[in-house]
C-alpha cells in the first residue's frame, strides 16, 4: 500500500511539473485533475504489479467508470503502463497516457 501512495504521489508531481512547464495539454491537465483519476491510476498500478509478481492477468478495474468516466479511463491506463514499466507515454503529453484504445 505505501508503495501505491508513493506512486500516485509521483503522479501528482509529475503532472504539476509537467503542466508548470507547459507540456500537458489543458484536456490532460484537467482529467489528472479529477478525483477519478488517482482512483482509476491506483486500480491500474495494482493490475500491472500484480501482473508482474505473481503472473496474475485478473484486471483490478471498475468496469462501468472505466467504460463511462474519462477520467478514470485516462488513470486506469497511467497507473498499469506506468506501474509495469511499458513506457508508452506520448513524450508531447506530460508523460500521460491518454489513448482511447481499449486493449488496456
Do not use: H
Not at 489528472?32 to 493490475?47: I, R, S, Y
Request: proline share 1%.
Amino acid at each position: 500500500m505505501a508503495t501505491s501512495i508513493k506512486f500516485l504521489a509521483a503522479v501528482v508531481a509529475a503532472v504539476a511539473a509537467a503542466a508548470a512547464a507547459g507540456c500537458v495539454s489543458e484536456n490532460a491537465q484537467r482529467l489528472a485533475e479529477e478525483p477519478n483519476f488517482q482512483v482509476g491510476v491506483g486500480d491500474g498500478c495494482a493490475t500491472a504489479t500484480n501482473e508482474a509478481r505473481s503472473f496474475d492477468r485478473r484486471k483490478q478495474r471498475d468496469a462501468y467508470l472505466f467504460e463511462n468516466d474519462e477520467a478514470y479511463r485516462a488513470g486506469w491506463r497511467q497507473g498499469y503502463l506506468s506501474c509495469g514499466d511499458r513506457g508508452l507515454a506520448n513524450e508531447t503529453d506530460g508523460g500521460l497516457i491518454l489513448g482511447q484504445d481499449n486493449e488496456y
